[in-house]
């Protein structure tokens, strides 16, 4: 990597580690309203400080980025997920969800989310100034001497993780 790109990720580190902490490991009671899948198995996830609903349970695919965003918006989804409006989260919705004062991978309560793999999901946003580039989120960073997210940004064509929202 070229030290423009370096620069960027550790920029990225350090706003990421300055948000809040909105989502930690064990929430707080009340934090999160988890409702059961239209016999699925795959419930939602209502997040009573940001008012997202989110997909409790990621699909075992891994997806390009315009494919996320095709999965996440659906009929499928829809269906499965009960409702529709359901979507690719941007860059900081999905910052909303980490765990960070949880201190193995992943970074993300496991109780509401459980079975998240520790490895990057898509956003819906784009990197500045490089239309084939999208951010994604790690949620694999972890441990005391590492409580922060590295965003990065990759080709729209790598395949990643997808979790949907509305």
Request: hydrophobic share 40%; charged share 10%; aromatic share 10%.
């Given at each position: ?60 695919t891994t997806y ?103």
């Amino acid at each position: 990597m070229n030290a423009s790109i370096f620069r960027l990720l550790g920029a990225v580190a350090i706003i990421s580690a300055s948000l809040p902490t909105s989502a930690d490991a064990n929430a707080p009671a009340g934090h999160y309203v988890v409702t059961a899948g239209n016999g699925t198995g795959n419930g939602t996830v209502y997040d009573t400080k940001t008012k997202l609903t989110w997909q409790q349970t990621v699909p075992s695919t891994t997806y390009s980025w315009a494919d996320a965003k095709t999965y996440c918006g659906s009929a499928a989804v829809s269906a499965s997920l009960g409702g529709t409006g359901w979507r690719l989260p941007t860059y900081k919705e999905l910052v909303t969800i980490v765990g960070y004062l949880q201190t193995t991978a992943p970074l993300i309560d496991p109780n509401t989310f459980p079975g998240t793999p520790a490895t990057l999901f898509w956003s819906a946003s784009p990197l500045p100034g490089s239309p084939p580039s999208a951010w994604l989120l790690s949620f694999l960073n972890g441990g005391a001497s590492n409580l922060f997210i590295t965003g990065t940004s990759l080709d729209v064509s790598s395949l990643h993780s997808v979790r949907c929202v509305r």
